[in-house]
T-cell receptor
Framework: DTGVSQNPRHKITKRGQNVTFRCDPI?????LYWYRQTLGQGPEFLTY????????KSRLLSDRFSAERPKGSFSTLEIQRTEQGDSAMYLC?????????????FGDGTRLSIL | SQQGEEDPQALSIQEGENATMNCSYK?????LQWYRQNSGRGLVHLIL?????REKHSGRLRVTLDTSKKSSSLLITASRAADTASYFC?????????????FGAGTQVVVTP
């Protein structure tokens, strides 16, 4: 169990640029979640994958955001035309998909700063 | 919007003292989970308590759940400097099928030697 891995750890970019983050979940976990966390707040749900299928998207996930999980393994989160308000920590979590009551395992996140 | 609210927002104690924080939530749940977050890091799962459970222990941690009051508490006994972190409660709502979590804003705990 190597844990959930996220890359990069930090991303600094200019407003208007596109950015992509990667998440590698724990290998046997078929559920994968993306959350966004701003300073002083708890994480907010963005989207969820069961294997390769994206089953739920939050209203927070505007058209500029897209997430994929090809082959049901790693996932990517892309933000197009970044805005100042996108500055946040983006967290990925995975869990076993064997029903209810499974804890989620989080990566250390990607901190995005928009200049 | 955030489902849970933690109280207090911040807590400062000395090593060896107990720390108690509370969480209130709004909707029916499958379970409630507590997580710890050190500065700049991801969240670490501490305890999961199911809706039909009332109390759970793990080492120095004790969690209670009162579904009639829609509230939970986390007690850390004999605190250590290493317990300094933010603590979040998260709920898995009964209406959700995918284990999506809704977090509160957290309690920031500082333990001084």
């Amino acid at each position: 169990d190597t844990g959930v891995s996220q890359n990069p750890r930090h991303k600094i970019t200019k407003r208007g640029q596109n950015v992509t983050f990667r998440c590698d979940p724990i290998s046997e976990h078929n559920r994968l979640y993306w959350y966004r966390q701003t300073l002083g707040q708890g994480p907010e749900f963005l989207t969820y994958f069961q294997n390769e299928a994206q089953l739920e998207k939050s209203r927070l996930l505007s058209d500029r955001f897209s997430a994929e999980r090809p082959k049901g393994s790693f996932s990517t989160l892309e933000i197009q035309r970044t805005e100042q308000g996108d500055s946040a920590m983006y967290l990925c979590a995975s869990s076993l998909g064997t029903g209810l009551n499974q804890p989620q395992h989080f990566g250390d996140g990607t901190r995005l700063s928009i200049l | 919007s955030q489902q849970g609210e933690e109280d207090p927002q911040a807590l400062s104690i000395q090593e060896g003292e107990n720390a108690t924080m509370n969480c209130s939530y709004k909707t029916s749940i499958n379970n409630l989970q507590w997580y710890r977050q050190n500065s700049g890091r991801g969240l670490v799962h501490l305890i999961l308590i199911r809706s039909n459970e009332r109390e759970k222990h793990s080492g120095r941690l004790r969690v209670t759940l009162d579904t009639s009051k829609k509230s939970s508490s986390l007690l850390i006994t004999a605190s250590r400097a290493a317990d300094t972190a933010s603590y979040f409660c998260a709920t898995d709502a009964e209406t959700d099928s995918w284990g999506k979590l809704q977090f509160g804003a957290g309690t920031q705990v500082v333990v001084t030697p």
